[in-house]
């Protein structure tokens, strides 16, 4: 099954334009969605989700009209939004008790069964009994994936998931993506590049409503290798630097601001090729610095 996303276009009604024609492709396995803040990412989940009709363009999933069928579209996805609530009285064990009743898994038996492999599944069977308002985020964002694998869906996609989790939970959040990435479509929506090198084996990045770069993680970086060089500045030719060379981001070394930059070329001046990155492919296409990592004089 692939999912074809053909010139989607969506302007909001205060004006602004979160999607600019987007077409995309993407088949079994994880599909990482990299882009800044406000670059459109979670407009584009919410469409692929059904929640939100484009102005243009359509979905289609084999051979399911997105837009026209949203039922069926629904039957097969498992959505893990930005931000979800779960009741904090409840136990795991219930809550999923709970989202398996309102799928549809009438039976007890057939209920109970299902809810057990998925405490196993993503790690939770431990903690089956305890109350999710005690949970780290780590351990919601596992309970929000067994939520999301409920109905066996062939599509699946997390939105930001790795946001605000410490590098254990980050690790074993992404390995649990890894493995349900095996069967099915996860679509792994991201603003953090390392989620995306680590994890995925296709990738789009997408800045202001448009795909800027599309491939293997390798590809992107490729189209980028060689022509990305530094240079360590002084504070005070910081600003006369930034406005000759075509910035990818303004890094701090030992304290000292290093300049990246795009030249197809050696620029000569003092300038050392990079070995690039997929970081600095990112900068690159999104055109932003680095965040934190932006330089004063
Ligand atoms: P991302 O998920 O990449 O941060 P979004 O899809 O949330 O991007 O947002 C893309 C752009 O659309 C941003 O400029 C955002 O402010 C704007 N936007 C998102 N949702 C709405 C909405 N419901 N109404 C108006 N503007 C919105």
Not at 199 to 207: S, V
Not at 213 to 228: F, T
Request: proline share 4%.
């Amino acid at each position: 099954m692939e999912l074809r996303i053909e010139n989607l276009t969506k302007t909001y009604p205060n004006g602004v334009r979160a999607l600019n024609g987007i077409s995309l492709t993407i088949k079994r396995g994880l599909f990482g969605l990299l882009g800044p803040n406000g670059a459109g990412k979670s407009s584009l989940m919410r469409t692929i989700a059904t929640l939100q009709d484009p102005d243009q363009g359509g979905v289609y999933f084999g051979d399911i009209d997105v837009q026209r069928d949203k039922e069926a579209m629904r039957a097969q996805l498992g959505y893990l939004p930005q931000e979800f609530g779960f009741y904090p009285t409840l136990s795991a064990e219930a809550t999923l008790d709970h989202f398996a009743a309102l799928k549809g898994v009438i039976n007890a038996k057939e209920r109970r069964e299902r809810v057990q492999s998925l405490l196993s599944q993503v790690n939770l069977y431990e903690a089956r009994k305890k109350n999710v308002g005690g949970f780290s985020g780590g351990m919601k964002q596992r309970l929000g994936i067994a939520v999301a694998l409920i109905g066996n869906p062939q599509l699946i996609i997390v939105d930001e998931p790795t946001a605000g989790l410490d590098p254990t939970e980050r690790h074993r959040f992404l390995n649990l993506l890894s493995e349900v990435g095996e069967n099915v479509i996860v679509i792994l929506s991201t603003h953090i590049v390392e989620d995306v090198r680590e994890l995925c084996e296709r990738m789009a990045i997408i800045a202001q409503g448009r795909v800027v770069a599309e491939g293997g993680p390798e590809e992107v970086i490729a189209a980028v290798n060689g022509r990305i060089w530094k240079r360590t500045f002084e504070k005070s030719e910081l600003a006369e630097a930034q406005k000759r060379y075509r910035v990818v981001s303004t890094r701090l070394m030992a304290g000292k601001p290093v300049l990246f930059i795009y030249s197809e070329g050696s620029p000569d001046d003092g300038f050392t090729p990079v070995n690039a990155d997929l970081e600095d492919a990112y900068f690159f296409y999104t055109g932003r610095p680095a965040a934190g990592s932006e330089v004063t004089q």
